[in-house]
């Protein structure tokens, strides 16, 4: 039996935040992205949510996840219906990332529910869920940290840096994101279709 040292679980010392198994299975994850996803078209979706899915997922019918985009670890993501990742977004869900129905994740976009507490000497790792609304929108290269949620609607501007809570149908920009603009409740038009 192996006895772990005080050391093996400071970071700071190169010791290890995860499991033995946690890290085999990203790894194999990974490996999996790698060769049977990150080169597919747009239009294979349904191949990359089913690979997503094996690996623990919860994908609703219609989401999509691009091939170029990193996902961490597939079984803290939730994805409702036609919820999507674009192009080279990060989705470094340590805790559970979950995405309501129609919310766009643009390119290069970084969802990041881990962190480290500034205030121990070993700066210990930690992790918050991330919760992003019904037809959110996350533009492109914006980041949304540990225990954000936004709200059904809103929207974080190209770049933006959200580190509270979003309110609903409210446009965010700027690094902290700050509200600067009401948005129109879209939704109901969106699942009716327009009016003849």
């Known amino acids: 039996?192996?006895?772990?040292?005080?050391?093996?679980?400071?970071?700071?010392?190169?010791?290890?935040?995860?499991s033995l198994s946690d890290r085999v299975y990203r790894g194999i994850w990974n490996l999996t992205w790698l060769f049977l996803a990150r080169w597919t078209?747009?239009?294979?979706?349904?191949?990359?949510?089913?690979?997503?899915?094996?690996?623990?997922?919860?994908?609703?019918?219609?989401?999509?996840?691009?091939?170029?985009?990193?996902?961490?670890?597939?079984?803290?993501?939730i994805m409702?219906?036609?919820?999507?990742?674009?192009?080279?977004?990060?989705?470094?869900?340590?805790?559970?990332?979950?995405?309501?129905?129609?919310?766009?994740?643009s390119q290069r976009a970084h969802l990041c529910a881990g962190t480290h507490k500034i205030d121990e000497p070993t700066m210990q790792l930690y992790a918050e869920p991330i919760a992003v609304g019904e037809h959110a929108w996350v533009a492109a290269e914006a980041f949304v940290g540990p225990g954000v949620t936004i709200g059904d609607g809103a929207v974080l501007g190209a770049r933006a840096?959200?580190?509270r809570n979003l309110e609903p149908w409210s446009v965010y920009a700027g690094n902290p994101a700050r509200k600067i603009n009401a948005r129109p409740n879209i939704a109901a038009a969106r699942e009716t279709g327009p009016t003849p």
Do not use: Q
Request: proline share 6%; charged share 20%; with cysteine.
């Open 80 to 105: 409702h219906e036609y919820a999507s990742i674009g192009n080279g977004a990060y989705c470094y869900n340590m805790a559970s990332v979950e995405l309501g129905r129609y919310v766009v994740i």
């Open 161 to 163: 840096v959200a580190v």
């Open 1 to 18: 039996m192996h006895i772990l040292k005080a050391d093996e679980f400071n970071p700071l010392r190169g010791g290890p935040s995860f």
């Open 41 to 77: 078209p747009a239009p294979l979706r349904g191949w990359r949510r089913f690979l997503l899915r094996i690996f623990g997922a919860n994908m609703a019918e219609g989401c999509d996840v691009r091939g170029s985009a990193t996902v961490w670890s597939p079984k803290n993501l």
